[in-house]
């Protein structure tokens, strides 16, 4: 009696987990916001993409020289979560980062990078990051946490982070 309660359970549970994943598959990650328009640079703030299609690799906005780093999707420690945090090393003259991660995911595909840089008057940096998600059932039954990098030579004032649709990224620099 015993058994087929625990056999009946394990059906139960094993087809539960499997259609949250089945649920989650299909979810996401960019939402277009009401208008289902990107954002575009506001007035007074300079943009690294200067009218091009992508962001150069290096270059200089707002006063700031930058450097856009290699995607990752290793999934250690913070990059778990899903938001941006500010660092660097613990040495004299060492660069700052921003890394923008989307959180972990169950499966692999996902992916984000920096679509843009922008610096307001003030000093203050908005990076925009774009997210895409996998293409139907090519991806991989592995976990991930996608993540983005931008290297600055000196401190920003203040950082914001947006997706191409205008929704803010939390700082987790806390964590």
Request: glycine fraction near 12%; proline fraction near 5%; aromatic fraction near 8%.
């Amino acid at each position: 009696m015993k058994r087929s309660i625990r056999s009946i359970l394990s059906v139960i549970t094993l087809s539960a987990v499997m259609l949250g994943m089945a649920a989650c598959a299909d979810k996401k990650i960019n939402e277009p916001n009401e208008t289902n328009v990107t954002v575009s640079v506001p007035a007074g703030y300079e943009s690294a993409r200067g009218g091009e299609q992508e962001i150069p690799d290096r270059g200089t906005v707002g006063g700031y020289e930058y450097g856009v780093m290699e995607t990752g999707t290793d999934g250690q420690g913070i990059r778990k979560n899903r938001g941006f945090y500010v660092d660097t090393l613990d040495e004299p003259d060492a660069p700052y980062f921003i890394f923008v991660c989307s959180g972990e995911k169950s499966s692999g595909g996902y992916e984000i990078r920096i679509s843009d840089v922008w610096v307001d008057s003030q000093g203050e940096i908005t990076v925009v990051v774009e997210e895409t998600s996998p293409a139907g059932d090519a991806a991989t039954a592995v976990m991930t946490a996608p993540y983005c990098g931008l290297q600055l030579v000196q401190c920003p004032e203040s950082v914001k982070v947006i997706d191409i649709y205008g929704n803010s990224f939390s700082d987790i620099s806390g964590l």
